[in-house]
């Protein structure tokens, strides 16, 4: 099976999951922009997590970088 029949066949489970990803990672780099205050790191170093790390970056930011006061 090479890798275009692969991707077609699971595209309509792809779909949902891209969505939901750039779902989040739009939402975490909102929240990164938006505000000063993190538990650690700096507003650049989240940034970097959030698009680097795709899925799991914005779940991190959100349950050990975002600040307490929001």
Known sequence: MNGISFLMD????LIPLIIL??????TALIHVIK???YRFGTKGM???IVVIL???GPV???VFGKGDNE
Do not use: E
């Not at 699971?10 to 489970?13: D, F, G, V, W």
């Open 60 to 62: 991190f930011y959100f």
């Open 10 to 13: 699971h595209l309509p489970l």
């Open 46 to 48: 989240w940034i970097f």
């Open 54 to 56: 795709q899925l799991i």
């Open 21 to 26: 990803q750039f779902t989040l990672m739009i």
């Open 35 to 37: 505000h000063p205050d």
